[in-house]
């Protein structure tokens, strides 16, 4: 503790300006940084570059540490960091090949010093096993095991959440489990090879000796445990017992093809991402992550894999905040759209109402296998799982025994979490299958046409994903003849006569409903359907001639919607309005994919403040429009 005080004392004292105290401080920054630094790299001379450039960034930045006692969490930080930057580079991985070679040398004087500790082949099979690693997961086992670090402390070193630290731990421990298996270790060696890699890299005899990783600090807790056990092949906790997880901030939802539904997959849209969540099992069982940034009847992040790796049929979808990723074999394939079943039926989640369930139901004729949860709040992360032991999918969730109730986690930073990145095995290829405006993540769009007589014109921006959707917010300007203007923004939505005036005030979202939304996470046909059964407005997907287009028919009373759908684009081509049996207008869409020279036509709009906003009635507004009792 002592010993402990003096550090505080002493990054106190340096971060007010004082050198001596500063020159105090570097000299056991600099030793146990190396030591730290070498067991993630094993390569001396990128440890000795990366230690000096972290030194050099401690003593210029020092000053910012705001509490003296998180300092050692501060400057592993700033040490990976540094790795990450060096690893990011072709020269840098050129050079550590060639160290490699060198370091057999320049190391053997340590190793000789060692060889009483432990035989020499014993410790080529733990350190290339360890050297296979992702750099995340060994700096997490480095600072649990041999820096004696709190899951707390290692969250504040690598900027995430302490949950997502323990989930990162275990999957570290099996990551090295698997490794060590491969040459003949079993399960209950991991404790002892972590043991021997501590001595191996220590910077001295003396220092290997006082080596020691305890079982109690290999532990995770209960809930990273029960999570991981949930979504192993032999463990399933069913719904009669589940809460709900809660935490804090994205999902994606995603599926692929099966081998015994190809027949019903026109030629022209085959090679889509598309899948039945937890319906029909394509290999060895389907596990989905929920996330909700902003509760169940907002954006929605997914994760999601079948099989088992290794296995040809495996496959691994992630739609996070910034992109929809497909991985299947050895390449990885980052698409325009969000996934679609493919059956075309509607996507179905865990989250879903009942009455908007049995709606679906009752349009398409068949029945989900998705079994339902009530949940609410923000933050929401909800684990589905299909076993191809179980008869039917269940939902994780833990259990508060105490109090009987769910156990709720919250955290808001679940995308900087290694279960919602890109984990996917190294040295696969990436094949980037985005346009322009997916790739920047939204753009401008242009809307034209006719609805009873009327012209109709008008500009929007639209993103596609998360990340984009605060920064680049969806709005929407909409002139109808000489009659009204529709204006929906994220502040708001209103009608407005042509003067001006006006005519109706509405939630900001309203004139969204019934159009494209892909930054909410599901496929533009989904998001029509899902908009549709809300309002108990009956509808038909088919296929048709075109490339790659899904037709779909809405209707409601008198009046029918027919859409065009581009499902590799993800959105709406075009609209035609009918009432009855007389086709009364249409709507285009077209989507800019440059946006560096746009005019005054895209200027966001402004909208009118109003207290009093009328009732949302949803996709219904299409119908009003073409009724033409919109805005009267």
């Not at 401690?58 to 592993?76: E, Q, S, T, V």
């Not at 889509?272 to 954006?299: H, M």
């Not at 996917?424 to 790739?439: F, L, S």
Request: hydrophobic share 35%; with cysteine.
């Amino acid at each position: 503790m002592g010993e402990q005080l003096n550090y505080i004392d002493l990054v106190r004292r340096a971060r007010l300006g004082d050198k001596h105290c500063l020159n105090q401080l570097a000299e056991p920054a600099r030793e146990r940084l190396r030591v730290y630094v070498y067991r993630l790299t094993q390569n001396h001379d990128l440890t000795q570059e990366i230690v000096q450039e972290t030194m050099l960034e401690m003593c210029k930045i020092l000053g910012k540490l705001k509490k003296a006692d998180r300092f050692w969490p501060w400057l592993y930080g700033i040490a990976i960091n540094k790795l990450h930057r060096h690893q990011r580079t072709e020269h840098t991985r050129k050079r550590a090949n060639i160290s490699a070679v060198k370091n057999a040398n320049t190391s053997r004087e340590r190793q000789d010093s060692l060889e009483n500790l432990v035989g020499k082949e014993l410790k080529q099979i733990i350190s290339a096993a360890m050297q296979k690693l992702k750099t995340r997961h060994k700096a997490v086992l480095v600072m649990r095991c041999y820096d004696g670090m709190s899951y707390a402390q290692i969250a504040e070193a690598m900027g995430c959440s302490e949950f997502g630290i323990r989930m990162l731990f275990l999957r570290a421990k099996k990551s090295l489990q698997k490794e060590l298996s491969r040459n003949g270790f079993g399960k209950g060696a991991l404790l002892t090879a972590l043991v021997l890699f501590g001595k191996i890299t220590a910077p001295s005899e003396a220092a290997a000796a006082q080596v020691t990783v305890t079982a109690a600090a290999t532990k995770v807790g209960a809930l990273a445990t029960l999570v991981s056990l949930a979504t192993s092949k032999t463990a399933i906790i069913s719904l009669t017992t589940a809460g709900v997880i809660t935490a804090g901030t994205v999902a994606t939802t995603s599926s692929i093809l099966h081998k015994d539904q190809t027949e019903v997959i026109p030629k022209q849209i085959g090679s889509s991402q598309i899948v039945s969540p937890l319906g029909q099992l394509a290999n060895g069982g389907e596990e989905y992550w929920y996330y909700f940034p902003d509760g169940p009847s907002g954006p929605m992040m997914m994760r999601a894999k079948s099989g088992e790796a290794g296995d040809k049929s495996a496959w691994q979808l992630l739609q996070n905040d910034r992109a929809n990723y497909y991985y299947n074999g050895d390449t990885i394939c980052i698409n325009n759209h969000r996934m679609w079943t493919s059956d075309l039926s509607v996507f179905r989640m865990p989250t879903d109402t009942l009455s908007l369930s049995e709606f679906l139901t009752h349009v398409e004729g068949q029945t989900t296998q998705m079994n339902h949860i009530s949940a609410s709040g923000r933050g929401l992360l909800v684990i589905a799982i299909h076993n191809k032991d179980q008869s039917s999918p269940h939902l994780f969730a833990s259990q508060n025994r105490s109090s009987g109730g769910p156990w709720a986690i919250r955290h808001y930073n679940v995308l900087d979490e290694d279960y919602f990145q890109s984990d996917w095995p190294t040295g696969v290829r990436i094949t980037d299958n985005r346009d322009a405006m997916h790739k920047r993540g939204w753009t401008y769009f242009r809307v034209t046409g006719q609805v009873n007589g009327a012209n109709v014109t008008g500009s929007g921006r639209l993103p596609f994903v998360y990340a984009t959707s605060r920064q680049h917010s969806q709005w929407l300007n909409l002139q109808v003849g000489m009659d009204f203007t529709i204006t929906d923004t994220s502040v708001g939505a209103s009608i407005c006569s042509a003067r001006g005036k006006l005519l109706a005030g509405h939630k900001a979202g309203t004139f969204f409903k019934g159009l494209p939304r892909p930054w909410m996470g599901l496929h533009t046909i989904d998001t029509i359907r899902r908009d549709a059964a809300e309002k108990k407005v009956w509808f038909e997907t088919k296929h048709t001639a075109h490339n790659g287009k899904v037709e779909l028919d809405l209707s409601y009373e008198q009046v029918l919607l027919k859409y065009k759908i581009d499902m590799e684009t993800d959105v709406i081509d075009e609209m035609i309005l009918f009432v009855g049996d007389n086709e009364i207008g249409y709507l285009k869409f077209s989507y800019l994919q440059e946006v560096g020279n746009v005019g005054g036509d895209f200027t966001e709009p402004r909208i009118q403040s109003n207290r009093q906003q009328q009732k949302d009635e949803g996709l219904l507004w299409l119908v009003k429009l073409a009724e033409g009792s919109l805005g009267k």
